[in-house]
């Protein structure tokens, strides 16, 4: 019993001192956020990450279709097709794939934002997205 609480305390006391930041980012996250940095004008910021996701343009934003929360599934604005959750948290297999991560940022900026999202963008998105 006594063994138990202290291996309960030990890991609740490791799991604190995770960093904060890219809590949940897998290798391939933590990849990807060094080498968009090499293109970004200042650090990421995942509040600079979460204003981009809600950022409204044209009636358009990230939300269209992951919905106002990333813990829950989305709903494709257009087909009407159930999206995953996008939080590692509770989808550990977001943001584990580059070739994925890259083709959907591609479209989805584009079906966005009408343009391709900066490497500084998708830093910041992946920042935050990678803590929720
Ligand atoms: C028109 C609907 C739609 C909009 C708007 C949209 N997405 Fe998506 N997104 C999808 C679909 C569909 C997928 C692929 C299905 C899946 O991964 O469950 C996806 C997947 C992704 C992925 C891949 C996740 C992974 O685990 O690899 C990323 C990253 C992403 N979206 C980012 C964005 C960003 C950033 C925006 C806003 C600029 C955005 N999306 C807006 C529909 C959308």
Same mark, same amino acid.
């Given at each position: &019993? ?11 006391? &490791? &799991? ?5 930041? #890219?809590?949940?980012?897998? $290798?391939?996250?933590?990849? &990807?956020?060094? #080498? ?10 995942? #509040? ?12 358009? *934003? %990230?939300?269209? %279709?992951?919905?106002? *929360? ?34 959907? @940022?591609?479209?989805? %900026?584009?079906?966005? @934002?009408?343009? $391709? %999202?900066?490497?500084? #963008? ?7 997205? *990678? $803590?929720?």
């Amino acid at each position: &019993m006594k063994a138990t609480l202290l291996h309960v305390s030990v890991a609740a006391i &490791m &799991m604190l001192q995770l960093p904060l930041s #890219e809590a949940y980012a897998s $290798e391939t996250t933590k990849a &990807m956020l060094a #080498e968009f940095k090499a293109d970004a004008a200042r650090p990421f910021s995942s #509040e600079a990450g979460n204003a981009a996701w809600t950022r409204d343009s044209d009636g358009r *934003s %990230c939300t269209s %279709c992951h919905t106002d *929360s990333v813990l829950a599934p989305g709903r494709h604005v257009r087909t009407g097709k159930v999206i995953e959750p996008m939080a590692p948290s509770v989808n550990s297999q977001r943001l584990t794939d580059r070739k994925k991560i890259n083709k959907w @940022f591609l479209r989805n %900026c584009k079906w966005t @934002f009408a343009r $391709e %999202c900066t490497a500084q #963008e998708k830093g910041d998105i992946l920042l935050w997205l *990678s $803590e929720q």
